[in-house]
């Protein structure tokens, strides 16, 4: 049960070793300029490998519960649905139902626990395996593995490498399932990862480069942290630290922005209607001015 990029290694080290019974997907929805619909990527995937995929669009309905059992599974596994399972569909499975989450819980529970750890400055994440109950991200933990985040990590590398963590440790989980013991969460450091809203994606260059740092990793590629140049919308998509200061959003020389404090370099940009570029190919056909707002 899963939807997007983020899902695939898992659904392809379980196709390549395990019987899968079904593949559950988010329907697809409308995308593109034409807005025709677009199924999600572990759809696509699924029926590449011949897999039956259902995209209910809610799993409340006795209907679809009952579809669902009838798959008589031994385990479902579940990696960025982003739908509710009822206590039903929880318990039809013979071994229940394990959640692959992307954050050491019970720090990060619920929607955005990537992007959470990098605007939070954590120095570490990573995955667990984890039995679902009806709690949001409360179950017990199977199986953890952690991974430093980097200084120039953004959303989009830590899901590449944590995804494939996950992939790992899920085929170890199936594999021990009978003999793992589950470790009940701690009662204390829990976080929750509130889903993104774009409104946090405008740069305050005001802010310390510490904070404007992490903004552009966490926030790239989706939504993209942005700012002003002139009167156009630029993206920040990668960033470092970097020496220099000066009034907040003063380009100092390339494209190495001055902050409240400290100032970051950014090192890829998008501008409106274009393709990503590193600053050095963006310099070459863009006159910035000498300040970003």
Known sequence: MGTPEFSLPVLQALAAQHEIAAVYSQPPRPAGRGKADRKSPVQVCAENLGIPVCYPVSLRSETVQHEFAMLRSDVAVVVAYGLILPAAVLAAPRLGCLNIHASLLPRWRGAAPIHRAILAGDADTGVCIMQMDAGLDTGPVLLRQSTPIGAVDT???????????????????????????????????????????????????????????????????????????????????????????????????????????????????????KRPASAQDLLHGFTLPERLT
């Open 155 to 273: 959303t989009a590398s830590l899901q590449e490498r944590l995804s494939r963590i996950g992939a790992d440790l899920i085929l170890q989980a199936l594999a021990n399932l009978q003999t793992l013991t589950p470790d009940p969460q701690a009662a204390d450091g829990i976080t929750y990862a509130q889903k993104i809203d774009k409104a946090e994606a405008r740069i305050d260059w005001t802010r310390p480069a510490l904070q404007v740092d992490r903004q552009i990793r966490g926030l790239s590629p989706f939504p993209g942290a942005w700012c002003l140049a002139g009167t156009e919308r630029l993206k920040l998509l990668r960033c470092r630290l970097a020496d220099g200061a000066g009034p907040p959003g003063q380009i100092l020389h390339g494209l190495t922005v001055a902050c409240g404090s400290g100032a970051v370099e950014i090192t890829e940009a998008q501008r409106e209607g």
